[in-house]
């Protein structure tokens, strides 16, 4: 399994893992986006800034598989 992961690394950074790498720079960039947004507007209105992250955290890897979901491998 470990070698399993280390093979998916190295595909991934020789940009041989996923079809169209550029659509998958884009929904990751997309997901960056959204949860830093959150993160912010959820400090600005006064949260803890723990708890801003949390919130931000788990809606943003949350979002992942939606955004990930339509994505072919090789």
Do not use: C, E, H
């Amino acid at each position: 399994m470990w070698q399993m992961t280390q093979n998916s690394i190295a595909l991934f950074f020789r940009g041989r893992l996923f079809a169209d790498p550029g659509k998958v720079i884009r929904q990751l960039l997309i997901g960056v986006v959204i949860t830093a947004a959150l993160l912010v507007v959820l400090a600005k209105i006064g949260a803890p800034l723990w708890l801003a992250a949390l919130v931000a955290a788990l809606l943003g890897g949350g979002l992942q598989p939606y955004l990930f979901k339509d994505l072919k491998y090789l």
